[in-house]
């Protein structure tokens, strides 16, 4: 079964920034695209971003985050980040990442995890 575990969430002030990171958890992580999502309180689970496997080297963002969010993958690690600049309260959620069969995609492969919270709060 595939499981990816997710950190670096946190509170931070309007403007500010943190990485999140996405890290396979007995398997790995190179063959497969990657999604981050998240959930807000209220609110239904939205994709943010996704990147492909580096073969195919591309990435994909939701409108509301690009030019502030930057996904990247290290496969010697495993682990997919998330770098996320300029926050601002709505980005308040939290956040998910899965195994995708395409990217961008609403399907996941692998389980869902419990994410990872983040608080954009001043």
């Known amino acids: 079964q595939l499981k990816l575990v997710e950190s670096g969430g946190g509170l931070v002030q309007p403007g500010g920034s943190l990485r999140l990171s996405c890290t396979a958890s007995g398997f790995r992580m190179f063959y497969y695209r990657v999604g981050w999502f998240r959930q807000a309180p209220g609110k239904e689970r939205e994709r943010v971003s996704c990147i492909s496997n580096s073969e195919e080297n591309y990435t994909r963002y939701v409108d509301s985050v690009k030019g502030r969010f930057t996904i990247s993958r290290d496969d010697a690690l495993d682990t997919v980040y998330l770098q996320m600049n300029d926050l601002k309260p709505e980005d308040t959620a939290i956040y998910y990442c899965?195994?995708?069969?395409?990217?961008?995609?609403?399907?996941?492969?692998?389980?869902w995890g419990q994410g990872t919270q983040v608080t954009v709060s001043s």
């Open positions: 899965v195994t995708q069969p395409y990217c961008p995609s609403d399907t996941a492969l692998s389980t």
